[in-house]
């Protein structure tokens, strides 16, 4: 079973507890963790607000921006078609480890100074979480964003999932709140139950 860290803190508190932690002490409980899992494992990764965007002279696809990531304005060197003025992007600032083992690092390109790079989904390795057209080109947000924020939150992908190995003698954990009330317990935490609605129903009803 994959087990959404967001999933159970809406049933108990645990984001004081690391995944570590947590996978410790569902194991030494009963509970085999095989493994844990970040749905985007990459950091420094920011939303900017493309303030500036130019083509490069004597260039028929790369494009000088400048980008607002909250506490600075970055100098970016872009190559995708469809980057423009006024877009939120999600961009990878000085230090972001990319698949591939790529690491942004400030650079020139043909004598522009980049400090950093907006990023398609699938140079993120993330595509798989988005239909195909969102993949096409730079990842730009529909809604608007805060600029600044990390770019992990504002994808709705800064979250941790354990792989628990179901064994045929805890058929009771066949069930996120169960682990969830597992987790209080271990925990000594209070369990939230999921808000109800269930209908009343007249003696003609329950007669059917």
């Known amino acids: 079973m994959l087990l959404s860290r967001k999933f159970i803190n809406q049933y108990v508190d645990i984001e004081d507890i690391s995944s570590e932690k947590l996978a410790d002490v569902l194991t030494n409980a009963g509970l085999e963790v095989e493994g844990i899992e970040r749905l985007l494992d990459i950091d420094n990764l920011k939303v900017g607000y493309v303030v500036e965007c130019e083509k490069m002279e004597d260039s028929d696809h ?22 423009a003025k006024d877009q939120q992007v999600v961009v990878a600032t000085e230090g972001a480890i990319l698949p591939g083992n790529f690491e942004i690092k400030k650079t020139q390109l043909r004598g522009e100074p980049s400090h950093g790079m907006i990023c398609s989904l699938s140079e993120l390795g993330i595509e798989h979480y988005f239909d195909e057209e969102k993949a096409q080109g730079i990842y730009t947000f529909d809604e608007k964003v805060e600029t600044g924020q990390n770019a992990r ?36 935490r209070k369990l939230r ?12 009803d329950a007669s059917i």
């Open 153 to 188: 939150e504002a994808l709705g992908l800064d979250d941790e999932v354990l792989d628990v190995k179901q064994t045929p003698n805890r058929s009771d954990f066949l069930s996120i709140f169960s682990i969830a009330y597992e987790i209080s317990a271990l925990f000594n």
């Open 62 to 83: 790369l494009h000088v921006c400048k980008v607002d990531v909250g506490d600075e304005l970055l100098p970016i060197v872009c190559g995708a078609d469809n980057v």
């Open 193 to 204: 139950l999921p808000d109800l609605n269930v209908p009343d129903l007249s003696e003609k």
